[in-house]
C-alpha cells in the first residue's frame, strides 16, 4: 500500500497568516493527490485535486503543488472558517490512502 | 444538488453483523462508481470499498476483505455494506462517496453525512 504523511499533525495559526501543510507519498503518485478539508461533526468536504485543480466554491487562497512523491497545500491568507482539518489522499492505485490528517487551531 | 445519505448503522456485537445503506439523488446514480470509506480515531480515514456503475467490479481493503461485501440497486439509487463477523476495531464512522475522473486522477467528490457503527459487547 501506498504511505501518505503528513506534517505537520497539527499547528496553530492566526487569521491573516499563510499556512503550508505538506504531504509525502511513500513512492511516486505523478498527479493523483487530492485534498479535503473536515471540520468538527462534517464529512471531508473536497478541496483540491489533481495537485493543484480547486474543486468547485474553493476559495482562490487555497492552493496545491507539488509532483512524484512530495506536496504541498496552501493557504495564503487563513480566514475563520478555515480552521478545521486538512487531509492528502492518493488516487494511483488501490487501496485509495490517505494522510493522517493536519489539524489547524486558532492561535 | 448531488446529496449522499447513510443509514443503518448502530450498537451491535462482536461477531455480529450490520447492512448499512446509502440513498444517492440529484446525479445520475448509475453512471457512478461508488465507495466507502470510514474514520476512526485510532486509525484515520480508510477507504473499504468500490463498485462500478454496472456491480460487475467491487474492490476492498485487505481488512475488510471476505467480511463485508459492497452491492447496489441502480433501480432505487441506493449502496450498501454488508458487515459480518464484525470486530471491535470495526467501530467507526462510515461514509459513502461518489467517485470521479476528472484531470487524469480519480476524485472523491461528494460524501455523505455518514453512518455511526458501534462494535461491543
Known amino acids: 500500500d501506498i504511505q501518505m504523511t503528513q506534517s505537520p499533525s497539527s499547528l496553530s495559526a492566526s487569521v491573516g497568516d499563510r499556512v503550508t501543510v505538506t504531504c509525502r507519498a511513500s513512492?511516486?503518485?505523478?498527479?493523483?493527490l487530492n485534498w479535503y478539508q473536515q471540520k468538527p461533526g462534517n464529512a471531508p468536504k473536497l478541496l483540491i485535486y489533481a495537485v493543484s485543480t480547486l474543486q468547485s466554491g474553493v476559495p482562490s487562497r487555497f492552493s496545491g503543488s507539488g509532483s512524484g512523491t512530495d506536496f504541498t497545500l496552501t493557504i495564503s491568507s487563513l480566514q475563520p472558517e478555515d480552521f478545521a482539518t486538512y487531509f492528502c489522499q492518493q488516487s494511483y492505485k488501490t487501496p485509495l490512502t490517505f494522510g493522517g490528517g493536519t489539524k489547524v487551531e486558532i492561535e | 444538488q448531488v446529496q449522499l445519505a447513510e443509514s443503518g448503522g448502530g450498537l451491535v456485537k462482536p461477531g455480529g453483523s450490520l447492512r448499512l445503506s446509502c440513498a444517492a439523488s440529484?446525479?445520475?446514480?448509475?453512471?457512478?462508481?461508488m465507495n466507502w470509506i470510514r474514520q476512526s480515531p485510532g486509525k484515520g480515514l480508510e477507504w473499504l470499498s468500490y463498485?462500478?456503475?454496472?456491480?460487475?467490479?467491487?474492490n476492498y481493503a485487505d481488512s475488510v476483505e471476505g467480511r463485508f461485501t459492497v452491492s447496489r440497486d441502480n433501480a432505487k439509487k441506493s449502496l450498501y455494506l454488508q458487515m459480518n463477523s464484525l470486530r471491535a476495531e470495526d467501530t467507526a464512522i462510515y461514509y459513502c462517496?461518489?467517485?470521479?475522473?476528472?484531470?487524469?486522477?480519480?476524485?472523491?467528490?461528494?460524501w455523505g453525512q455518514g453512518a455511526l457503527v458501534t462494535v461491543s459487547s
Open positions: 462517496a461518489r467517485l470521479v475522473h476528472d484531470s487524469g486522477t480519480y476524485v472523491l467528490d461528494y
Open positions: 513512492q511516486s503518485i505523478s498527479g493523483y
Open positions: 440529484g446525479f445520475t446514480f448509475s453512471d457512478y462508481y
Open positions: 463498485i462500478n456503475p454496472s456491480s460487475a467490479y467491487t
